[in-house]
């Protein structure tokens, strides 16, 4: 203790040590500012990659379900929530065989109760391993093509383990596989094939959990990819006016409505992450002013034992960098937790597809959020340090004796 | 070894009238003098060792540092000056609160870059002021003596050409403040220049050179120039 030579740095320490108070509110601050402004990067950043993500994996142009359920479905891909609907005909056939569709591909949506393994509903997808196009393309590493009766692929978000099993309405399913995240409702979603989904449909109205469907072919949306030419919104009409108990939602409009929001969420993060860039450079200089005020004597005391001022100015700087990088690690590292810990509480609230980015790009976002941290520290420093440059020695010292 | 030239320290105030605290000073100090200054309370005793410090700049007139004019020196070279060359007990409390005794004393170490750490010369000092028990106490724990104590050992730790007091004694007691001007005495035999202010009588008893200001102009009352039998 004591024994170190008394560099810039040591001073600045001591400095902050004995300000006890002053330090932790100034740290408090800074941890605030940065802890928004990675918060919001990361936001901004998971949106856009989740929506990126979605849309060159959904593959279909256009789904078609039953009448009424549009929202239904858009709530299963994008906010996990867990519904059952059945389309009253087997349309799959008639559909493949229009003109302009290239493919059709059906799937059977069955909304279980809060299973043991989450803390969201889980979304039990039949999908046919045949025709199937979407599904497909979040199983990169995955041949569903194998997948076999009784047989599941789990979200990511589902928590079964491999080659374990997963008990729904009554019945263990094994689970083959487990998908990556897809920044989706697939996360908590547990796929099948339509064999297998159809038998879970018996032992859930066995279960009495669901009402019986009509016919023995159930399924609930119908995921349809045109031929090049095809304008969705066209074919759409075309459906609805052929089959009036149906519901065509236009892949394009969804991720057009997506953007939209996206874009709202976006403006609002950088509205508020401004703000508050204002709001954080204006307290910490109007607190370093004073502070450098009252500390006037202190700093004319170091001038009359033979500081420069230049020395003068490294000191206050000094201490506003020690204050600023551990305020922005504090903010970063609390931030990261938060971010992490409730990331899928944030996807489901906000409902839009919802992708974290990776490691390496968070790790960056950590170190601009640190960077702008110490940039708003330096520049809310600046008055007071060029005050400090001007003000006449002795004055300084005699204004608190 | 310090030279002033008809130094002048005009302070303005909020009206439109000024007041001259330091009137055309001259003096010549060599090396090895001891002189001491006295006057009363608001006759410009601090405004002239400020200026002499380099901390306050004179309104017209000049300072001679070893022939060189202090005042016209960058911020750089004035510091070094500061830090090296004179060794000031600025009037009051003076210490820096954030440090301990020890840090404070050894203070000036670390202005001037050194690489040394500097504790051991600052031990010294304070076993010399005797008050090395001190070391790691803070200013706010220590009487008003013993802070006076520690800023003298902080102004000799870069052992200074010129120690400039003002007032070094003002918090002591009789016997205290006897022992710190032998002090100053066994300094300045050492061949370090020393000029002190003060407004008590008794303390001129020390020093070869005796100076009487009033009213912002010094006049000598008288001046061994070779005997500096007085301590
Ligand atoms: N910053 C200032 N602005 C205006 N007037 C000042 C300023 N500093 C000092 N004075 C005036 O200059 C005069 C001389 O002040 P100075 O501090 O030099 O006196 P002093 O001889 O050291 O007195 P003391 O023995 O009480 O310390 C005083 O009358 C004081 O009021
Ligand atoms: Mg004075």
């Not at chain 1, 002053?22 to 408090?28: A, C, F, N, Q």
């Not at chain 1, 449909?201 to 279960?207: D, G, R, W, Y």
Request: glycine fraction near 8%.
């Amino acid at each position: 203790m004591g024994k170190q030579r008394l560099t810039t740095f040591a001073l600045a320490v001591k400095n902050l040590r004995k300000r006890s108070f002053r330090t932790k509110s100034l740290i408090v601050v800074v941890a605030v500012f940065s802890f928004v402004m990675f918060c919001g990067g990361l936001l901004t950043q998971s949106l856009s990659l989740g929506k990126n993500y979605m849309s060159g994996r959904m593959g279909a142009d256009i789904m078609i379900v039953p009448r009424g359920c549009a929202l239904s479905l858009q709530n299963t891909l994008l906010r996990s929530e867990s519904n059952t609907f059945y389309l009253n005909e087997n349309l799959a056939e008639e559909i493949s065989v229009m003109p302009g569709v290239e493919q059709a591909s059906p799937q059977l949506y069955i909304g279980s109760l809060n299973a043991a393994c989450c803390t969201v509903p889980v979304q039990l997808i039949g999908f046919d391993p045949e025709t199937d196009f979407t599904i497909k393309s979040w199983m990169k590493n995955i041949d569903s093509s194998k997948l076999g009766f009784g047989e599941v692929v789990t979200g990511s978000r589902v928590n079964a383990t491999l080659g374990g099993q997963v008990w729904f309405f009554g019945q263990p399913l094994k689970v083959v596989a487990k998908l990556n995240d897809t920044g989706m409702g697939f996360d908590s979603s547990v796929f099948m094939t339509l064999e297998t989904a159809q038998y879970m449909i018996k032992a859930s109205q066995e279960a009495a959990v669901h009402p019986a469907g009509n016919g023995k072919d159930h399924i609930s949306a119908l995921f349809v990819r045109l031929s090049g030419a095809e304008d969705a919104a066209e074919a759409a009409k075309l459906i609805i006016s052929k089959y009036p108990q149906t519901d065509v939602v236009v892949l394009k409009e969804m991720m057009l409505h997506i953007s939209t929001q996206l874009h709202n969420i976006k403006d609002l993060a950088y509205g508020i992450q401004g703000l508050l860039w204002i709001v954080s450079v204006l307290v910490l200089a109007v607190v370093f002013t004073v502070s450098a005020n009252e500390r006037k004597r202190e700093f004319g005391l170091l001038l009359a034992l033979g500081a420069t001022r230049k020395k003068l100015e490294g000191l206050l700087i000094a201490e506003i960098l020690i204050i600023c990088i551990l305020g922005a690690i504090c903010g970063v590292i609390a931030a990261s937790f938060i971010m992490y810990e409730f990331r899928m509480l944030i996807a489901v609230s906000l409902g839009l597809p919802y992708m974290q980015p990776s490691i390496g790009s968070a790790i960056i976002l950590a170190a601009v959020s640190l960077l702008l941290s110490v940039f708003t520290g330096v520049i809310s420093c600046l008055y007071s340090v060029i005050r400090i440059g001007r003000a006449e020695t002795q004055i300084m010292i005699r204004e608190y004796e | 070894m310090l030279e002033l030239k008809q130094l002048k320290r005009v302070y303005a105030s909020d009206d439109f009238s000024s007041f001259t605290a330091v009137d055309n000073v001259d003096i010549n100090i060599m090396t090895g003098d001891f002189v001491s200054i006295i006057g009363r309370s608001g006759s410009g005793k601090s405004t002239m060792l400020n200026m002499i410090a380099g901390l306050l700049r004179p309104t017209s007139g000049k300072i001679l540092i070893n022939g060189a004019d202090l005042w016209s020196m960058n911020d750089k070279d004035m510091a070094k000056i500061r830090n090296s060359k004179i060794g000031y007990v600025p009037q009051g409390l003076s210490l820096l609160s954030n440090l301990t005794i020890l840090d404070n004393v050894r203070l000036p170490f670390y202005l001037d870059k050194r690489k040394d750490n500097g504790i051991d010369r600052a031990k010294k000092l304070l076993e010399e002021m005797r008050i090395q028990s001190l070391a790691q106490r803070y200013p706010a724990q220590l009487s008003g003596g013993e802070m006076r104590r520690v800023a003298i050992a902080r102004a000799l730790v870069n052992n200074p050409e010129i120690l400039i007091a003002d007032e070094p004694t003002a918090d002591m007691d009789e016997e205290t403040s006897e022992e710190v001007m032998k002090l100053f005495g066994r300094i300045n035999s050492e061949g370090i220049t020393i000029l002190l202010v003060t407004h008590e009588y008794d303390i001129t008893n020390y020093g070869n050179r005796i100076y009487k200001m009033s009213s912002g102009k010094l006049a000598e009352k008288y001046h061994l120039s070779e005997s500096k039998t007085m301590y």
